[in-house]
Structures are given as C-alpha cells and as structure tokens.
Nanobody, 120 residues
Framework: QLQLVESGGGMVQPGGSLRLSCAIS????????IGWFHQAPGKEREQVAC????????IYADSVRGRFTASRDNAKNTAFLQMNRLNPDDTGLYYC?????????????WGQGTPVTVSS
C-alpha cells in the first residue's frame, strides 16, 4: 500500500525559499502522479501543483505558477516541491498525495502534511 511522508517544512521570511520532499514507499513511485496541496489556516485544502508519474506533465495553480516547481526522482522514490518567493499567504500545511490519474483528479493516498510559516 502506497505511503507518503512529507518533510522540509519550516519557518521562512517573506521572499525566502523552501524545498519540500515527499518520500514514496509501499508501491512503485512511477505508478502515481504526485499532487501537492496547501491548506491555509481556517481554509479548505487546495491543489497547488501536480506532476505526472513520468514527470512530463506539470500543473500549477495560478497563485504559485512561476514561484513553485514540482519535480520527482522515481529512482529515489521521492518527489519535491521547490517554493520560491514565498509570501505570508503561502503559510499553512502542505500535503503530497498519490494519484493513479496523471492529472491528480482522483487522489488515492495522502501524506500527513508538513507545516510552512512565512513571516517576518
């Protein structure tokens, strides 16, 4: 059974960067697209990025396009979310999720989340 564990969250000043990692285990990483989701305090969870199982297709929400980059290394069973030019609106929990749909439209498995705080 697929399991996902996020890491790399923390506190950063506005304009700073963080790189989140998603460790994939329990199944072959290349079977799943990986979605990244953001849940701001008091708000619903929203998808910010999706990378297809081969890494060919990347999808980004308008709010992060040009600042965030999703990538993956299937040989190392890890996916990444590079987050640049962070602003306070990016604060919240970040989840990675596995999906056999290449466009992250039907999530199968969720990670536990990692917190990000953007504050001066």
């Amino acid at each position: 059974q697929l399991q996902l564990v996020e890491s790399g969250g923390g506190m950063v000043q506005p304009g700073g960067s963080l790189r989140l990692s998603c460790a994939i285990s329990g199944d072959r990483a290349e079977r799943y697209a990986i979605g990244w989701f953001h849940q701001a305090p008091g708000k619903e969870r929203e998808q910010v990025a999706c990378i297809s199982n081969s890494g060919v297709v990347e999808i980004y929400a308008d709010s992060v396009r040009g600042r965030f980059t999703a990538s993956r290394d299937n040989a190392k069973n890890t996916a990444f979310l590079q987050m640049n030019r962070l602003n306070p609106d990016d604060t919240g929990l970040y989840y990675c999720a596995g999906d056999r749909d290449p466009y992250c439209r039907d999530i199968d498995v969720w990670g536990q989340g990692t917190p990000v705080t953007v504050s001066s």
